[in-house]
């Protein structure tokens, strides 16, 4: 499984979605249960997956699916 599918997994689990709503346009202004909660779950769930740590700029700039990807792809890269 490469690193999109698996964020794609990931947000899909913590937002109850199926896998085929998760696009990289996905913004919290469309999920009705994506809060501050859900985002601190869907961090949590990301950092300890891919064993990495966002500081908090990264986590407070995550605004789409695609974002946290580019995010967790620059974090792995430099690891």
Same mark, same amino acid.
């Given at each position: ?17 199926? =896998? ?5 346009? !996905?913004?919290? /202004?469309?999920?009705?249960?994506? %809060? &501050?909660?859900?985002? +601190? ?5 990301? =950092? ?5 740590? !966002?500081?908090? /700029?990264?986590?407070?700039?995550? %605004? &789409?699916?695609?974002? +946290? ?11």
């Amino acid at each position: 499984m490469d690193l999109n599918e698996k964020v794609t997994e990931i947000v899909a689990d913590i937002f109850e979605l199926d =896998e085929t709503e998760v696009a990289d346009e !996905l913004t919290p /202004d469309m999920v009705d249960i994506w %809060d &501050s909660l859900s985002q +601190l779950r869907l961090v949590t769930a990301i =950092e300890q997956d891919f064993d990495i740590k !966002l500081s908090m /700029d990264e986590i407070e700039s995550i %605004d &789409s699916v695609g974002r +946290l990807k580019r995010l967790v792809a620059e974090h792995v890269k430099l690891s």
